[in-house]
Each structure stands twice: as structure tokens, then as C-alpha cells.
């Protein structure tokens, strides 16, 4: 159950990555009140994670779904250019988040 949770919490960082960038400073309202909504959804469910997954493991698949979400839908939605080095450097990271749940206790 604990994995479940850090990838929806790894989800709603992209979230929050996204709103933030979009909340132009945390002058747009919408934008501003997803990103503290995410952040804290996003928060919560890392730090119950954390109570039964290592933090190393759990921090660095957080950040990993995360990161690789928010380049992803950046790039389906035209705000950051398509390219398939691109796409292989993500699917290098997922990778690793895979290995490192398979490596894991």
C-alpha cells in the first residue's frame, strides 16, 4: 500500500511542479491554490509513505515520478519540445525507480 501511495504522491508533485509554473509567481489564483492543494496532498502522502519505505528510496522515487510526470505532460501539451532523446533520458529514470523498488526490503 505504501508504494501506491509514494506514486500517487510522485503524481501529485507533478501536480504542484505544474500549477507553480503556471500560477505566474503565485499571482493567479487557480493556479496558486492548486499548487498549495497538490503540495500538501503530495506531502502528506510521502510522509506516510516514509513511515514503512526507507526515506532514501522513498524520496528519490517521489522525486523521480514526479519529475518524469511534470516532462512528460509538459511535453504533451506543447509547453516544452518533443524530442526522443528526451524520452529515453525519462524512461532511463523510471528505470531506475523500477530498480530501486525491486531492490528494496
Known amino acids: 500500500m505504501a508504494w501506491i501511495v509514494l506514486i500517487v504522491s510522485g503524481l501529485f508533485e507533478a501536480v504542484w511542479a505544474t500549477a507553480l509554473g503556471r500560477s505566474n509567481g503565485l499571482t493567479r489564483l487557480y493556479p496558486t491554490l492548486t499548487f498549495f492543494g497538490a503540495l500538501v496532498v503530495s506531502m502528506a502522502g510521502l510522509a506516510w509513505a516514509m513511515r514503512t519505505l526507507p526515506t532514501g528510496t522513498s524520496y528519490a522515487v517521489w522525486v523521480a ?22 524520452l529515453l533520458l525519462i524512461a532511463g529514470i523510471i528505470g531506475c525507480v523500477i530498480g530501486l523498488k525491486l531492490v528494496s526490503d
Open 65 to 86: 515520478i514526479g519529475a518524469s510526470a511534470t516532462v512528460i505532460y509538459a511535453m504533451a501539451t506543447g509547453a516544452e519540445s518533443f524530442n526522443i532523446v528526451r
